[in-house]
């Protein structure tokens, strides 16, 4: 904590009056950068969830890129705690049922909205974890998300009717 507060100059009593431990602090900063990928996104309409269109797409990927201090902290070191990952869950999952709430009718949901966007979140967050494991350079931002896309898309079509798939990706080399 002293770390934290000698860099951020504060007092150690300021601190603890905007959070309650470094998790919380851990968790608050990466649902702040969570927020910016998810504005950068916006409203998902039909059209744009069964097209996933390749920019958007790569969105989230780019982000974690960006970001990737902060990822590897809260969701990859020796020192991350489970809590933040399960409430990194939680979190993209909400913002996944928030979405398809709004454009997959009641009538439509194979699967119930809990179950899939909690399927999707932990795939998400865990090839984010994984790839952020690797040598940046193995992979790109770009390739990693059109293989996220890919492995996804069997889920997505089986709830949307994807009726033409895209090809399968081609090799990062």
């Known amino acids: ?11 150690r009593a300021t601190f603890y009056l ?4 470094k998790e919380e602090l851990l968790t608050k900063s990466l649902f702040t950068v969570f927020d910016e990928v998810i504005e950068q996104i916006g409203e998902l309409s039909a059209e744009s969830l069964l097209t996933f269109d390749v920019e958007m797409r790569k969105i989230p990927f780019e982000h974690a890129r960006k970001y990737r201090d902060l990822y590897r902290v809260a ?3 020796e020192n991350s705690l489970p809590a933040i990952s399960n409430s990194a869950r939680a979190y993209v999952s909400r913002q996944i049922v ?4 709004r454009i997959l009718p ?15 979140a932990g795939a998400y967050l865990g090839l984010i974890s994984w790839w952020l494991e690797q040598d940046e350079t193995v992979y790109t931002s770009d390739y990693i998300a059109e293989m996220f896309y890919w492995l996804s898309l069997p889920t997505l ?16 080399n």
């Open 75 to 77: 969701l990859v070191s």
């Open 1 to 11: 904590m002293r770390d934290i507060t000698e860099h951020a100059n504060l007092s």
């Open 106 to 120: 009641e009538n439509d949901r194979r699967v119930p909205l809990p179950v899939l966007a909690n399927y999707l």
């Open 157 to 172: 079509n089986l709830l949307l009717s994807i009726r033409n798939p895209p090809p399968p990706p081609s090799s990062p």
């Open 98 to 101: 928030s979405q398809l709430q």
């Open 18 to 21: 905007h959070y309650k431990d």
